[in-house]
Protein backbone atom coordinates (compact mmCIF):
# COMPACT_ATOMS: atom_id res chain seq x y z
CA UNK A 1 0.00 0.00 0.00
CA UNK A 2 1.24 3.75 -1.04
CA UNK A 3 1.92 5.69 2.13
CA UNK A 4 3.18 9.21 2.45
CA UNK A 5 3.28 10.54 5.80
CA UNK A 6 4.30 14.13 6.45
CA UNK A 7 5.99 15.13 10.14
CA UNK A 8 8.09 18.82 11.04
CA UNK A 9 5.22 20.82 10.81
CA UNK A 10 4.30 24.17 13.94
CA UNK A 11 4.05 27.21 14.82
CA UNK A 12 6.88 29.32 13.99
CA UNK A 13 7.80 33.49 14.50
CA UNK A 14 7.85 35.43 11.16
CA UNK A 15 11.11 34.73 9.47
CA UNK A 16 12.27 31.50 11.11
CA UNK A 17 13.00 28.28 9.55
CA UNK A 18 11.18 25.13 9.15
CA UNK A 19 12.19 21.83 7.52
CA UNK A 20 9.16 19.63 6.43
CA UNK A 21 9.37 15.85 5.78
CA UNK A 22 7.44 12.89 3.98
CA UNK A 23 8.12 9.78 4.68
CA UNK A 24 7.53 6.91 1.72
CA UNK A 25 6.20 3.62 1.74
CA UNK A 26 5.20 0.84 -0.40
CA UNK A 27 6.44 1.69 -3.90
CA UNK A 28 9.79 2.32 -5.31
CA UNK A 29 10.33 6.12 -4.28
CA UNK A 30 13.43 6.44 -6.28
CA UNK A 31 11.47 5.76 -9.59
CA UNK A 32 8.78 8.55 -8.73
CA UNK A 33 8.57 12.10 -9.13
CA UNK A 34 7.55 14.17 -6.29
CA UNK A 35 5.44 17.58 -5.58
CA UNK A 36 4.90 19.85 -1.84
CA UNK A 37 1.17 21.54 -2.28
CA UNK A 38 -0.20 23.62 0.24
CA UNK A 39 -3.27 25.15 1.11
CA UNK A 40 -3.94 27.89 3.09
CA UNK A 41 -6.96 27.65 5.52
CA UNK A 42 -9.85 27.80 3.65
CA UNK A 43 -8.43 28.69 0.91
CA UNK A 44 -7.33 26.09 -2.63
CA UNK A 45 -4.70 24.28 -3.21
CA UNK A 46 -1.26 25.75 -4.22
CA UNK A 47 1.60 24.44 -5.77
CA UNK A 48 4.99 24.60 -4.00
CA UNK A 49 7.93 22.83 -5.93
CA UNK A 50 8.54 19.42 -8.03
CA UNK A 51 11.82 17.57 -8.24
CA UNK A 52 12.59 14.56 -10.00
CA UNK A 53 13.19 11.32 -9.22
CA UNK A 54 16.81 11.97 -8.86
CA UNK A 55 16.79 15.12 -7.74
CA UNK A 56 18.51 16.21 -10.88
CA UNK A 57 15.40 18.61 -11.89
CA UNK A 58 13.87 21.12 -9.48
CA UNK A 59 11.16 23.86 -10.31
CA UNK A 60 9.44 26.12 -7.30
CA UNK A 61 6.20 28.52 -7.35
CA UNK A 62 7.37 31.98 -7.70
CA UNK A 63 5.81 32.67 -4.33
CA UNK A 64 8.76 30.60 -2.54
CA UNK A 65 11.22 30.81 -4.48
CA UNK A 66 14.86 32.00 -3.35
CA UNK A 67 12.94 30.95 0.68
CA UNK A 68 12.33 27.15 -0.33
CA UNK A 69 14.34 24.30 -0.87
CA UNK A 70 13.40 20.64 -2.12
CA UNK A 71 15.36 17.54 -1.66
CA UNK A 72 15.52 14.23 -1.47
CA UNK A 73 17.55 11.14 -0.27
CA UNK A 74 16.04 8.15 -2.05
CA UNK A 75 17.94 6.25 0.45
CA UNK A 76 15.94 6.99 2.89
CA UNK A 77 12.32 6.96 0.91
CA UNK A 78 11.73 10.89 2.04
CA UNK A 79 11.39 13.69 0.40
CA UNK A 80 12.31 17.38 2.55
CA UNK A 81 10.62 20.57 1.63
CA UNK A 82 13.43 23.47 4.19
CA UNK A 83 11.58 26.42 4.60
CA UNK A 84 13.56 29.85 5.69
CA UNK A 85 12.22 33.39 5.69
CA UNK A 86 8.39 32.34 6.63
CA UNK A 87 5.69 35.15 6.07
CA UNK A 88 2.56 34.92 7.57
CA UNK A 89 0.95 34.18 4.14
CA UNK A 90 3.17 30.95 3.93
CA UNK A 91 0.70 29.21 6.50
CA UNK A 92 -1.06 26.22 5.40
CA UNK A 93 -1.42 22.79 5.38
CA UNK A 94 1.71 21.45 3.03
CA UNK A 95 1.07 18.27 1.41
CA UNK A 96 3.47 16.00 -0.32
CA UNK A 97 2.03 14.27 -3.50
CA UNK A 98 3.50 11.11 -5.95
CA UNK A 99 3.91 12.49 -9.08
CA UNK A 100 3.05 10.20 -12.36
CA UNK A 101 3.63 10.36 -16.01
CA UNK A 102 1.65 8.57 -18.55
CA UNK A 103 1.94 9.28 -21.97
CA UNK A 104 3.46 12.55 -21.36
CA UNK A 105 0.78 13.57 -19.02
CA UNK A 106 1.21 14.06 -14.96
CA UNK A 107 -0.49 13.96 -12.41
CA UNK A 108 -0.09 12.99 -8.66
CA UNK A 109 -1.91 9.91 -8.14
CA UNK A 110 -0.92 9.67 -3.99
CA UNK A 111 -0.94 12.27 -1.26
CA UNK A 112 -0.03 12.38 2.20
CA UNK A 113 -2.60 13.45 4.91
CA UNK A 114 -0.65 17.13 5.06
CA UNK A 115 1.36 18.88 8.02
CA UNK A 116 0.62 22.04 9.35
CA UNK A 117 2.65 25.21 9.19
CA UNK A 118 1.76 28.33 11.21
CA UNK A 119 3.67 31.16 10.87
CA UNK A 120 2.96 33.68 13.63
CA UNK A 121 4.12 36.00 16.23
CA UNK B 1 2.29 31.65 -16.32
CA UNK B 2 -1.22 29.65 -17.10
CA UNK B 3 -4.28 30.96 -15.07
CA UNK B 4 -6.93 28.44 -14.69
CA UNK B 5 -10.62 29.55 -13.44
CA UNK B 6 -13.53 27.39 -12.29
CA UNK B 7 -16.95 28.05 -12.19
CA UNK B 8 -19.51 27.93 -10.86
CA UNK B 9 -17.79 28.70 -7.20
CA UNK B 10 -20.05 26.36 -5.79
CA UNK B 11 -23.53 24.50 -6.17
CA UNK B 12 -26.32 23.30 -3.92
CA UNK B 13 -27.33 19.96 -5.69
CA UNK B 14 -29.31 16.86 -4.70
CA UNK B 15 -28.41 13.09 -4.26
CA UNK B 16 -28.95 11.62 -8.25
CA UNK B 17 -28.77 15.22 -9.90
CA UNK B 18 -26.71 15.34 -13.00
CA UNK B 19 -23.20 17.85 -12.09
CA UNK B 20 -21.38 19.89 -14.51
CA UNK B 21 -18.76 21.08 -12.93
CA UNK B 22 -16.60 23.81 -15.83
CA UNK B 23 -13.20 24.92 -15.69
CA UNK B 24 -10.99 27.24 -17.91
CA UNK B 25 -7.13 27.97 -18.93
CA UNK B 26 -5.96 31.31 -19.96
CA UNK B 27 -4.31 29.55 -22.79
CA UNK B 28 -4.92 26.45 -24.96
CA UNK B 29 -3.51 23.42 -23.18
CA UNK B 30 -4.26 20.80 -24.98
CA UNK B 31 -5.22 17.84 -22.67
CA UNK B 32 -3.04 18.25 -19.65
CA UNK B 33 -5.89 18.71 -17.18
CA UNK B 34 -6.67 16.86 -14.15
CA UNK B 35 -9.56 16.61 -11.99
CA UNK B 36 -9.44 16.13 -8.27
CA UNK B 37 -11.68 15.64 -5.64
CA UNK B 38 -11.21 16.83 -1.60
CA UNK B 39 -13.51 16.59 1.20
CA UNK B 40 -12.99 18.41 4.38
CA UNK B 41 -10.16 17.84 6.43
CA UNK B 42 -8.80 15.34 4.00
CA UNK B 43 -6.16 15.34 1.22
CA UNK B 44 -7.35 15.69 -2.42
CA UNK B 45 -7.80 12.98 -4.20
CA UNK B 46 -6.90 12.22 -8.10
CA UNK B 47 -10.07 11.94 -10.41
CA UNK B 48 -9.14 11.79 -14.09
CA UNK B 49 -5.76 13.30 -15.53
CA UNK B 50 -5.19 13.67 -19.65
CA UNK B 51 -8.61 15.47 -19.38
CA UNK B 52 -10.67 12.44 -19.84
CA UNK B 53 -9.01 9.24 -18.63
CA UNK B 54 -10.69 8.10 -15.48
CA UNK B 55 -8.05 7.37 -12.68
CA UNK B 56 -8.34 3.17 -11.71
CA UNK B 57 -11.11 2.64 -8.67
CA UNK B 58 -12.95 5.75 -9.22
CA UNK B 59 -16.38 5.23 -10.25
CA UNK B 60 -17.84 5.77 -13.76
CA UNK B 61 -20.31 8.02 -13.01
CA UNK B 62 -17.05 10.81 -12.91
CA UNK B 63 -16.21 11.69 -16.76
CA UNK B 64 -14.25 14.28 -17.80
CA UNK B 65 -14.11 16.49 -21.42
CA UNK B 66 -12.80 19.15 -22.79
CA UNK B 67 -9.31 20.21 -24.60
CA UNK B 68 -7.72 23.79 -25.56
CA UNK B 69 -8.97 26.25 -23.21
CA UNK B 70 -12.35 24.49 -21.96
CA UNK B 71 -13.12 21.34 -19.87
CA UNK B 72 -15.70 19.87 -17.84
CA UNK B 73 -16.45 17.27 -14.53
CA UNK B 74 -19.35 15.60 -15.12
CA UNK B 75 -20.74 13.90 -12.25
CA UNK B 76 -23.80 11.49 -14.19
CA UNK B 77 -26.01 11.08 -10.68
CA UNK B 78 -24.57 12.68 -7.45
CA UNK B 79 -24.03 10.38 -4.69
CA UNK B 80 -23.92 11.36 -0.64
CA UNK B 81 -20.31 11.07 -0.62
CA UNK B 82 -19.59 13.14 -3.86
CA UNK B 83 -20.70 16.17 -1.86
CA UNK B 84 -17.10 17.76 -1.72
CA UNK B 85 -14.49 20.87 -3.18
CA UNK B 86 -13.43 20.17 -6.55
CA UNK B 87 -10.44 21.29 -8.74
CA UNK B 88 -8.87 21.11 -12.34
CA UNK B 89 -4.69 21.28 -12.12
CA UNK B 90 -2.86 22.13 -15.26
CA UNK B 91 -0.05 20.12 -16.11
CA UNK B 92 0.91 21.67 -19.62
CA UNK B 93 3.50 23.95 -18.11
CA UNK B 94 6.86 21.67 -17.20
CA UNK B 95 6.31 20.82 -14.02
CA UNK B 96 4.78 24.37 -12.90
CA UNK B 97 1.09 22.42 -12.33
CA UNK B 98 -1.33 25.39 -11.45
CA UNK B 99 -4.62 24.28 -9.93
CA UNK B 100 -8.02 26.15 -10.41
CA UNK B 101 -9.83 27.63 -7.36
CA UNK B 102 -12.20 25.29 -6.71
CA UNK B 103 -16.03 24.10 -6.95
CA UNK B 104 -17.60 23.32 -3.69
CA UNK B 105 -20.37 20.98 -4.48
CA UNK B 106 -23.01 20.79 -1.31
CA UNK B 107 -26.13 19.78 -0.27
CA UNK B 108 -29.59 21.53 -2.07
Known amino acids: EVQLVESGGGLVQPGGSLRLSCAAS????????MNWVRQAPGKGLEWVSYISSSGSTIYYADSVKGRFTISRDNAKNSLYLQMNSLRAEDTAVYYC??????????????WGQGTLVTVSS | DIQMTQSPSSLSASVGDRVTITCRASQSISSYLNWYQQKPGKAPKLLIY???SLQSGVPSRFSGSGSGTDFTLTISSLQPEDFATYYCQQSYSTHRFTFGPGTKVDIK
Open chain 1, 97 to 110: ARGRSRDGYNYSDY
Open chain 1, 26 to 33: GFTFSSYE
Open chain 2, 50 to 52: AAS
